[in-house]
Antibody, heavy 121, light 106 residues
Framework: QVQLVQSGAEVKKPGSSVKVSCKAS????????ISWLRQAPGQGLEWVGR????????NYGQNFQGRVTMTRDTSINTAYMELSGLTSDDTAVYYC??????????????WGQGTLVTVSS | IQMTQSPSSLSASVGDRVTMTCRAS??????LNWYQQKTGKAPKLLIY???SLQSGVPSRFSGSGSGRDFTLTISNLQPEDFATYYC?????????FGHGTHLDIK
């Protein structure tokens, strides 16, 4: 059974950084992309970016370029998302998700439980 | 790529058949997914590749469409189906979502 277990809730000051982890079961990180997404309180879903399985290459959403860094440590099956320059607009639940890619689809079939990041002075 | 969902909210009764739509600002081929989300929970994949039913999802859920226009249909609504539904395109990064359709009990 695939599992993605995320790190716990964080409270951060404006201007600081946060690093969220996502521990995957089995060989997930070597075989699948991991996407990161977020959801601000009462709002919809927003794609933050992804880290690919082959060489750890990344793609980031335009809203996050220059502020987000996604990495992974395959030896411990853990992916990381670090977001810097935090503002109150970054207050959200952050999710990691496993992405399946085929010739005609790309979809997130397993999700972590979510990590609440609160940015407050 | 902008994704527009309609309606933004929908009221229906148990046993009803409901349809919601998602339109992309440009063609996304069949790279269109539908997710269900309940309050305080992570989204759950229902449909991928526009029309493929995710394993374990009841057959009352179905998806159709290609290019720019897509539809999610739920037949014989069950109490557990009242939730918010999101479409997402994964044709071109950033993989954008619609704003959601909130389905509640009439």
């Amino acid at each position: 059974q695939v599992q993605l277990v995320q790190s716990g809730a964080e409270v951060k000051k404006p201007g600081s950084s946060v690093k969220v982890s996502c521990k995957a079961s089995l060989d997930t990180l070597r075989r699948f992309s991991i996407s990161w997404l977020r959801q601000a309180p009462g709002q919809g879903l927003e794609w933050v970016g992804r880290i690919n399985p082959n060489n750890g290459g990344t793609n980031y959403g335009q809203n996050f370029q220059g502020r987000v860094t996604m990495t992974r440590d395959t030896s411990i099956n853990t992916a990381y998302m670090e977001l810097s320059g935090l503002t109150s607009d970054d207050t959200a639940v952050y999710y990691c998700a496993r992405v399946i890619s085929t010739s005609s689809s790309r979809h997130a079939d397993f999700w972590g439980q979510g990590t609440l990041v609160t940015v407050s002075s | 790529i902008q994704m527009t969902q309609s309606p933004s909210s929908l009221s229906a009764s148990v046993g009803d058949r409901v349809t919601m739509t998602c339109r992309a600002s440009q063609s996304v081929s069949s790279y269109l997914n539908w997710y269900q989300q309940k309050t305080g929970k992570a989204p759950k994949l229902l449909i991928y590749g526009a029309s493929s039913l995710q394993s374990g999802v009841p057959s009352r859920f179905s998806g159709s469409g290609s290019g720019r226009d897509f539809t999610l249909t739920i037949s014989n609504l069950q109490p557990e189906d009242f939730a918010t539904y999101y479409c997402q395109q994964t044709y071109g990064a950033p993989f954008t979502f619609g704003h959601g359709t909130h389905l509640d009990i009439k």
